[in-house]
């Protein structure tokens, strides 16, 4: 079984930062793409960013500039550092991850609340 978890959402005013933390462990040879999501209420899931095993890295065009996308494959980690926030970036943010011989597995969300 594979678990990933979320840490790192909260509260912040606009113009502020967070930064978000995924960690992926149990049955792991290794991680292909992982990536970060959103959720805003009454919305459809979307991509916020993804990186490849080898760094390569995908924004969605309303957060490039502001988010950075990174991992460290040691520890089947990936982080979302997040700047000059947006009330429009409020949202449940989902992690997930492409686990080598096995599928994609999602985290539980963490919460983004972005105020005015």
């Known amino acids: 079984q594979v678990q990933l978890v979320e840490t790192g959402g909260g509260l912040v005013q606009a113009g502020g930062s967070l930064r978000l933390s995924c960690a992926a462990s149990?049955?792991?040879?290794?991680?292909?793409?992982m990536g970060w999501y959103r959720q805003a209420p009454g919305q459809e899931r979307e991509l916020v960013a993804t990186?490849?095993?080898?760094?390569?890295?995908n924004y969605a065009d309303s957060v490039k500039g502001r988010f950075t996308v990174s991992r460290d494959n040691a520890k089947n980690t990936v982080y979302l550092q997040m700047n000059s926030l947006k009330p429009e970036d409020t949202a449940v943010y989902y992690c997930?991850?492409?686990?080598?011989?096995?599928?994609?597995?999602w985290g539980q969300g963490t919460q983004v609340t972005v105020s005015s």
């Open positions: 997930n991850a492409n686990v080598i011989g096995r599928r994609t597995y």
């Open positions: 149990g049955y792991i040879f290794g991680i292909n793409t």
């Open positions: 990186i490849t095993s080898g760094g390569a890295t």
